[in-house]
């Protein structure tokens, strides 16, 4: 399993321009002017150079928006080792999986490297399969706050959380390691930080890629279960890594 820290990131990534992420940027903000986080920089990233965050936030010394697709951004951000952190969107893609599958082809282009359809229930009350093989994931079967924090006291049913994500997750790679090789599950987990935004280090990111790195290695076939999950949600995915051709 590969978790975050809660280290001060000298840059934060938001993903998305939109709604949410000009709601982050904000609250962000005034978190660090209420000394409730700190951090260098804020990085908006988003394809479109009029997103509603570039509309009403503009930028500044320490605020930027980055047009750019996601992953192209992506791919550039997290090449060499940084101190910095990611704040996901919402209704983003798996897009921590998508960026490990990369980087796997790029270290071995003559082995095969695809995503596999992840068939096995988690166990959660919602759990649904998309059609790329993706597992979307959730404790609730309620709508729950906007914005929630996931505090220990769930505000949805006044109840405690009894749950945590990142168990289910280890519990599935256990059941499917009883019929293949796998390996994980490799964790991205998003916690709250300061006013009602959530995110995990860069560094959490990077070294999940250390994990397919090393479980690839001995260069036999193996699964590898990536999962970005806060506490009540998350997206589960099954990198398949085929042997590596024999040598000539």
């Known amino acids: 399993m590969v978790a975050d820290s809660s280290a001060d990131p000298a840059e934060i990534a938001i993903i998305g321009g939109g709604c949410y992420g000009t709601f982050y940027a904000r609250q962000l903000e005034r978190a660090r002017e209420r000394g409730a986080v700190r951090y260098g920089r804020l ?7 009029a997103c509603q965050a570039a509309r009403e936030l503009g930028e500044r010394p320490d605020r930027r928006l980055v047009v750019s697709d996601w992953g192209d951004f ?7 080792p940084r101190d910095g952190a990611i704040v996901p969107s919402p209704l983003m893609p798996h897009l921590m999986f998508e960026w490990l599958l990369r ?26 399969a998309a059609p ?7 404790y609730a079967d309620w ?8 505090p220990a006291l769930c505000p949805a049913i006044r109840a405690p959380r009894t749950w945590e994500m990142s168990e289910a997750l280890e519990a599935m790679a256990a059941r499917l390691a009883r019929t ?12 709250h930080r300061a006013f009602g935004v959530g995110m995990f280090d860069a560094a959490a990111v990077q070294a999940g890629d250390a994990v397919v790195a090393g479980a690839g290695a ?16 998350g997206a589960a995915s099954l990198l398949h890594l085929d042997a590596l051709p024999a040598a000539a």
């Open 74 to 80: 992506l791919d550039d951000w997290l090449a060499a």
């Open 103 to 128: 980087r796997a082809r790029a270290r071995w282009p003559g082995r095969e490297v695809a995503p596999r359809a992840l068939t096995d229930p988690a166990g959660t009350p919602y759990d649904m």
């Open 143 to 150: 709508l729950c706050p906007t914005h929630c924090i996931e």
């Open 132 to 138: 790329d093989g993706t597992r979307y994931l959730s």
């Open 218 to 233: 001995p260069g036999s076939a193996v699964d590898v279960l990536v999962g970005t999950i806060s506490a009540c949600h």
């Open 180 to 191: 293949s090789p796998v390996a994980g599950p490799v964790l991205f987990t998003c916690r």
């Open 43 to 49: 990085l908006v990233v988003d394809r479109d150079a």
